[in-house]
Structures are given as structure tokens and as C-alpha cells.
């Protein structure tokens, strides 16, 4: 039986002192901007992984977040209870930060999928000169 040989990475290493690395990092925060974008107040959770074969924890989980399927998309608002479900099933979901206004309740959702009623002609065959 032959052994695995496992190519060692490099690390990385830094040659900076202590002090040098406080001053660079205070002088990367920049304070917050009040002009640009509303506050982020909801979570936009959408389940990317389905939940089958997992345990009925995570799926209570889920299932308190208010996520049945895959692909659907639920608001929250911010707060410790709904950001410790986030962390309990991380690996199933896809979390955004978005404003109030971007919040969508699930009548909004399902007349967004929907096709404009009725039907469009796009072309017509009858007026097209014939390809000789």
C-alpha cells in the first residue's frame, strides 16, 4: 500500500512590530458614510442546500425560519435570536443584509415571478421575404 504525500503550503508571515499594525489598522476605519445608502434592517435568507438527511434539529431550525423548499426566499429582521438560526444552518443558506424598503412579503414574491398577462406576438412568418 503506497502513502499519501501531501504538498506542505506556505505560510504566511508578517515582519511588522505591534505598533505598526494598531496604526494601520485604525487608520484603515473610516467612518461610516450618512449620505450613501439607506440602514440594512432585515435579513434576505434564501436556502441554497436542501435539508434532507440531516437531523430534525436543523430542519426545526429551518422550518422556524419559515424556509420549507429550496430556492425560497424569507426577510427577517435583525436580532440575536434570528442570527443564531443563521449560524445553526450557515452551510444551507445564502444571508444578504437589505434595507427596509427592499423587503418583500411573499404576495410581493409570487406576483414578481409571474408573466404579464396575455401573449405578445414577437414575429411573423407571413411577411418574411423566402431565403432563395
Known amino acids: 500500500m503506497q502513502a499519501l504525500a501531501f504538498k506542505r503550503l506556505p505560510q504566511l508571515r508578517l515582519a511588522q512590530s505591534h505598533a505598526s499594525r494598531s496604526m494601520s489598522s485604525a487608520a484603515q476605519i473610516e467612518p ?3 449620505s450613501s445608502s439607506p440602514p440594512t434592517t432585515h435579513f434576505k435568507i434564501t436556502l441554497r442546500r436542501s435539508a434532507i438527511g440531516l437531523g430534525d434539529r436543523i ?3 429551518l422550518v ?3 424556509i420549507h423548499r429550496r430556492h425560497q426566499t ?3 429582521p435583525h436580532g440575536p435570536e434570528v442570527a443564531g438560526k443563521l449560524l445553526a444552518v450557515k452551510e444551507l ?3 444578504e443584509n437589505v434595507p427596509t424598503e427592499l423587503v418583500k412579503t ?3 414574491q409570487t406576483r414578481d415571478r409571474r408573466p404579464p398577462r396575455g ?3 414577437v414575429g411573423n412568418r ?4 423566402l431565403i432563395a
Request: charged letters at 25%; glycine letters at 8%; a neutral charge.
Open 119 to 121: 401573449y405578445q406576438v
Open 59 to 61: 430542519k426545526g431550525t
Open 93 to 95: 443558506i445564502d444571508v
Open 64 to 66: 422556524s425560519l419559515g
Open 126 to 129: 407571413r411577411n418574411e421575404p
Open 74 to 76: 424569507v426577510y427577517h
Open 106 to 108: 411573499k404576495e410581493q
Open 32 to 34: 461610516p458614510s450618512t
